[in-house]
């Protein structure tokens, strides 16, 4: 399976700032992964597939980058809502597999 | 607008099977280039894909879970569903099914999902 390395695990931020979080893939996975939002007691939901396109309904503050095994997410001004969980998730092949998270939490 | 909803026990005993279905509404079930997944999370392992699912019957599992696993679909009542056999406390977890999209480019994600049922297993 192909094992998927968030950093940081958690990150302290305030709000205004640009935070970046990495994913890196064991194995290239071409453009093949979707980055996901997750607070407290809901479920998973998708800002980023394809490494880069933005899901309909997503702020533009959020973006994606990356090919082959280095992905990255960019919040370029963190608002309040933004604080949450962050999981990257490859869909190159089965089986799926996702990022350990990236707790992000304000300073 | 699509939405998703897993039903089932909450309580499962050791060794016994967990069964959960997930009713699919403001949508079809048969729509192509759909597939239907089951996804759990637990706090040590964060989030693990369990397995896919095409209407046609066409099913992929999670080779960790494989022997243990079986997804199938009703089309008639919009349903899919969930069976994991043997279960031990390390099945806990809270359970999601979701709609994997395939875009034009074939590039796949998960857009809808349930809101999520814990599912205990214990004695």
């Known amino acids: 399976a192909i094992r998927m390395t968030q950093s940081p695990s958690s990150l302290s931020a305030s709000t205004g700032d640009r935070v970046t979080i990495t994913c890196r893939a064991s194995?290239?996975?071409?453009?093949?992964l979707a980055w996901y939002q997750q607070k407290p007691g809901k479920a998973p939901k998708v800002l980023i597939y394809a490494a880069s396109t933005l899901q309909s309904g997503v702020p533009s503050r959020f973006s994606g980058s990356g090919s082959g095994t280095d992905f990255t997410l960019t919040i370029s001004r963190l608002q309040s809502e933004d604080f949450a969980s962050y999981y990257c998730h490859q869909c190159y092949n089965f089986p799926y597999t996702f990022g350990q998270g990236t707790k992000l939490e304000i300073k | 607008q699509l939405q998703l909803q897993e039903s089932g026990p909450g309580l499962v005993k050791p060794s016994e099977t967990l069964s959960l279905t997930c009713t699919v509404s403001?949508?079809?079930?048969?729509?192509?280039?759909?597939?239907w997944g089951w996804i759990r999370q637990t706090p040590g392992n964060g989030l693990e894909w369990i397995g896919s699912?095409?209407?046609?019957?066409?099913?992929s599992y999670n080779p960790s879970l494989k022997s243990r696993v079986s997804i199938s679909v009703d089309t008639s009542k919009n349903q899919f569903s969930l069976k994991l056999s043997a279960v031990t406390v390390a099945d806990t977890a809270v359970y999601y099914c979701?709609?994997?999209?395939?875009?034009?480019?074939?590039?796949?994600?998960?857009?809808?999902w349930g809101h999520g049922i814990l599912v205990t297993v214990s004695s």
């Open positions: 403001g949508g079809s079930i048969s729509d192509s280039n759909k597939y």
């Open positions: 979701a709609r994997e999209e395939i875009t034009v480019g074939r590039q796949y994600y998960y857009d809808y």
């Open positions: 699912l095409y209407y046609s019957g066409t099913t």
């Open positions: 194995q290239n996975i071409s453009t093949y």
